[in-house]
């Protein structure tokens, strides 16, 4: 069976990015940031808050990480006027952002790998044998985020013009906006659009409001992960979740087991749709991009 022809690319791109020190270094800081066990999530958790710091290994760094590696992956070859000679080959466009993506989401899945195994062997030596189910699950689920973040940076940098403007927009707008602070956004978004006040320590049953919290890559990927590790549905760090769910303690998060405390919850709201979410982050840009990719005098 011959293999693609974006095959090549794809590999040239995860070597590139295995052989530079600074990929590597991404799997330390991974295993400091993830792991973090308390109290309260070993309560709930026992064993398997070990799969909870693969969780957080995927939130924040990692994605911020992923963008740096990949950010210029297209901007830089127009600049350097390599573009040109890609375009020279028997290779589409849309090939060429395949092998874009599917050869720097190789680089960046190592290192995450790797740091994922440490967190397992720690974890288990300190806390015992946790469900490999849930573990793989966790990790798998991680791994489509890194695709889905290496998607969305390939797309922003095929279609600008610059790396000022890809930077503006990948971190002053996706990283910032959607990753650090959507939880903030999202709440003021939904106060703007219905009028109604919200207590992030009471939130109300609104469906609209998780809605939008959900639309979030990040936050969708808490929610896939946390159903995964079996606590309640939210998109937030499975810590803070755990925290809301423990008798007699609050913090400021948005759970939905909580907020709606019996009632009916609304379909849209199961955690299945936030894997939707997921997977749409990472085929619509992508999509748009080549649109434009395809059209576009962009060498």
Known sequence: MALPRWFPLARKEAVALLKSKGTW???PLLVVW???PTYISWDLLGP???VGFVQVAGSILLPLCVLLLTYRSIIQERTSGSLKFLLGLPLTRTEILIGKVVGRSVGAVLPFALSAVVLGVIGGVKFGLFSPLRFIGVFLVTVLYIAVLVSIATAASAVTTSTVRVTAVLFGGFFLLLTLGWKIVGVRLYSAVTGNAVNPLSPPAGGLLFAILRFS????YRTVTNWILGLANSGGQYTSVATVLYP???VNEYVVDAAFSGQPVPAYLHESIALVVLLLWGVVPLALARYRFNRGDLA
């Open 48 to 50: 398997d808050v070990t």
């Open 34 to 36: 993830g792991y973090g």
């Open 248 to 250: 007699g303690h609050s």
């Open 217 to 220: 890559p990040g936050r969708a």
């Open 25 to 27: 270094i991404l799997a």
